[in-house]
């Protein structure tokens, strides 16, 4: 078995401490959380009622899985996260989903994915995935999709300039307060401790789109962004 990265191991700490904690922190205090799961569904090209099968990639707790299931009646999910207690939040959550989902923990830098798939979805995960293994993954990827198949990544991504970063930083955390979002004490806790190494290792944007070309896939772009978070779109060509 091959020795796990670093990052991987940090990753995996971090999840499995807040797994309890991770809807309340996340779903409220990141921005544009729900806006990202919204634009990676919307720009999965299908007929709600097709059959499809999706690769989720970073499942956490079942939130973006949750959303597709119900978008998607008919489909099937094969999600992988690094964290044991994430994917048990998200069984629970998913349960009546029965058959529908099938959920494994693994390093998705590692693992064989068991495609093909018709979609393959992320949402603020693969900035996680080691730095040398970002590329790797793309190709890894276009090998799981069906001809025709998309690919579908929201994340989160490093600034071009540290002057940037640091703006995004105040506007978001302007924007939160417009919108009335008080820290709770939950996430007081975790800002306070989050200064230990998450094992997030995140990438400029112009990155992701060209590995997703130099990997085969076509029609890739930046469909959305909002400051440091964005989605990313890409299909392998039908013929190929």
């Given amino acids: 078995m091959p020795t796990e990265h670093p990052n991987v191991v940090l990753s995996r700490q971090h999840f499995d401490l807040m797994a309890d904690q991770y809807d309340e922190l ?17 720009m999965l090209p299908f007929p709600s009622d097709q059959a499809l099968r ?12 949750q959303k597709l299931l119900e978008r998607f009646p ?6 992988y996260d690094v964290s044991a207690e994430m994917l048990a939040r998200a ?18 830098s590692q693992i064989a994915f068991p495609g093909p798939f018709d ?19 793309f190709h890894r ?9 998309v690919l579908v990544i929201g ?14 930083r105040h506007v978001t955390t302007e924007e939160l307060e417009r919108q009335g979002i008080a820290e709770t004490p939950v996430y007081t806790e975790y800002r306070s401790r989050n200064s230990q190494p998450s094992g997030g290792a995140s990438t ?35 013929t190929a």
């Fill in 26 to 42: 996340f779903v409220t205090h990141m921005h544009a959380y729900d806006i990202t799961h919204e634009m990676v569904l919307t």
């Fill in 54 to 65: 999706v690769l989720e990639l970073g499942t956490g707790t079942g939130n973006l899985t």
């Fill in 74 to 79: 008919q489909s099937t999910v094969v999600g």
């Fill in 91 to 108: 069984r629970a959550k998913l349960a009546r989903a029965g058959g529908r989902v099938q959920l494994h923990q693994g390093d998705i």
């Fill in 119 to 137: 979609a393959v979805i992320s949402a603020i995960a693969v900035h996680h995935v080691p730095p040398r293994a970002k590329p790797i993954l």
């Fill in 141 to 149: 990827l276009y090998a799981a999709l069906r001809p025709g198949g």
């Fill in 155 to 168: 994340d989160a991504f490093q600034p071009a300039t540290a002057a940037l970063g640091a703006r995004y």
């Fill in 204 to 238: 400029q944007l112009h990155k992701y789109l060209q590995w997703m070309q130099q990997a085969g896939l076509s029609n890739v772009d930046c469909v959305w962004k909002h400051f440091a978070r964005a989605v990313v779109y890409g299909e392998r060509p039908s």
